[in-house]
Every structure is written in C-alpha cells, then in structure tokens.
C-alpha cells in the first residue's frame, strides 16, 4: 500500500500520542494484525490517525479485563459496547459456573471454568470479578450453615492451588519489592496470594512468607532485603496484637503497612504503620 496524506505517522511518533511502547505496537502488529502501516519506497512504515485510534480501542478493552488477544479481535471486529456487555456478561458466568462446579466438588469442571476464565481475561479481572467474589459468597454461605466444612475446604484449597501454581517467577520482577505475610496464628493465606498476584502484575517483585510468619521472622527478611513495603495480613485483630511490640519496632525501621478484616485504622495507628483497605485488587493498586 502507497503512503498516503493519512498515513504520516512514524512508529516513534504514534508511541508518543498513545503511550505504548514501539516494541509493543510493533508486537500488536505483527501479532494481531491491529495497525494497518503503509510503506514508503524506502520500506518505511507510516502510520494513520485509524491506527491510532485502534490502539486506543485496544488499551480501553486492556483496561476492562480481556486479554490481548480478546481485545484485538474485538478491535478488528469494530465491536464497542457489545465488547464491554459481552465482558461483563463473561465474567457473571464465571461466577455461577465456578460456583456450580466447586459445590459439586468437581475438580476437573472447576479447573476447565478457570482455564476459559485466564485465557478471556486478564488475571487482575478474574481475581476481581469472579475468584474473590466467589470466596466472599462461599465464606458468608458457609458462616450462614449453607455450605459444608468440606465444601469449604476443597474450594479454598483448589483456589489457592491454582493461584499459587500462578506465582511462579513473582519474585523476579524488576519494580519495587514487597514483603508480605500473615500475621502470627493467621492460617488464611488466600487474598494475600491474591494481592500478591494483583501486585506483581504491575511490576513488583513479591516475596512472601505465608502463613502464621512470627513477627521475628518478618523482621529479619526485611533488614535483609529492604523491601519497599512489608504487608501484614490477619481476618482477625489477635495476630496482629499479639506481637504488637515487635511489628512496632518493624514500622520504626520499614514501611509496613497492615491488611485484612483484622486491619483498622486504630490498630494501624497504634503500630505506627498505615492501613490498607479494600479488596486484594483494589489494594494493590493503593500501595
């Protein structure tokens, strides 16, 4: 295709308009067949304002939740609102297929729900939109006495085998580093991996102890690795009062800041650290 007056665009150019880096828009390309470039004689590419705005259309399905490949196809398809209906739509079945896959104990069904869910999506969206939805639904079901012990447990323990499965390299990002932890006597590790993923996805390097992790503990994998911030996480206020003195003497030298249903702006206060609230998603992007 000849340049023509609509193709003026020099890759560099057209990553300054839309914030993306060349590699990628060159990866989008090449990839998805998302920008259209003429070629001068000379062999160089020219891109146009539809190019651009491809690109844009494609960061705002980003920013929705659907992965790469899910967004350029509705970018290529001129599908727009029917793409955010089809999301949201997607991400409501989610929940109710897990839901019914998870009661019935079914493994394989719940594993084959998640494999669907990951390749539409991005993780952040299926964390935020259909795996701690469903742990909060399951929790309240279960403290209500519609939901066994047992049906709890395999639930809670597929989830995290999935989501630890997913940690894999999380701590060798480039960003910034994060300790995190559950507080002393707290064994619910689970939106702490979740947050842990949420917070790696924007390129922090994870390292996590787990749970139950003695203030002691803590203390020493922060002076040696002076992490950027060490969270501390407890559904109950007792691990956290209970070595209240050395996560003291913790915020006195690092930043720490406290999460979970134990967390509160009192306890946070009294610690000398800061308080993170919201879901592991919403928190993530808080710190």
Request: aromatic share 4%; hydrophobic share 45%.
């Amino acid at each position: 295709m000849a340049p023509d007056v609509r193709h003026s665009l020099r890759i560099g150019e057209l990553s300054r308009r839309v914030g993306i880096s060349p590699e990628l828009l060159r990866a989008w390309e090449r990839r998805y067949g998302l920008l259209h470039p003429a070629r001068t004689d000379g062999g160089l590419r020219l891109y146009s304002a539809e190019d651009e705005r491809r690109v844009r259309a494609m960061q705002a399905h980003l920013d929705g939740g659907l992965s790469a490949a899910e967004a350029a196809r509705l970018v290529s398809d001129g599908d727009g609102a029917a793409g955010t209906a089809e999301h949201g739509d997607a991400i409501e079945r989610g929940v109710g297929e897990l839901r019914d896959a998870l009661d019935a104990m079914d493994a394989d069904a719940a594993h084959a729900v998640l494999d669907g869910l990951l390749a539409s999506f991005t993780l952040e969206a299926v964390l935020a939109g259909v795996v701690l939805p469903y742990l909060r639904e399951l929790g309240e079901r279960w403290r209500r006495g519609e939901a066994s012990v047992a049906e709890e447990h395999f639930a809670s323990n597929l989830v995290r085998a999935r989501l630890l499965a997913l940690t894999r390299g999380w701590e060798r990002g480039e960003g910034p580093t994060a300790l995190l932890a559950c507080a002393p006597g707290e064994r619910h590790d689970l939106p702490l991996i979740a947050f842990g993923l949420a917070l790696r996805g924007r390129g922090w390097r994870i390292v996590f102890l787990g749970a139950d992790t003695p203030a002691a503990s803590i203390a020493e994998a922060a002076e040696r690795l002076r992490p950027a911030v060490v969270v501390v996480s407890s559904v109950t206020p007792r691990g956290f009062r209970r070595e209240a003195d050395a996560l003291t003497a913790l915020a006195r030298e690092h930043r720490v800041v406290i999460a979970g249903a134990g967390a509160s702006e009192k306890l946070a206060e009294s610690l000398g650290s800061a308080l993170l609230q919201g879901d592991p998603v919403t928190a993530a992007g808080a710190v």
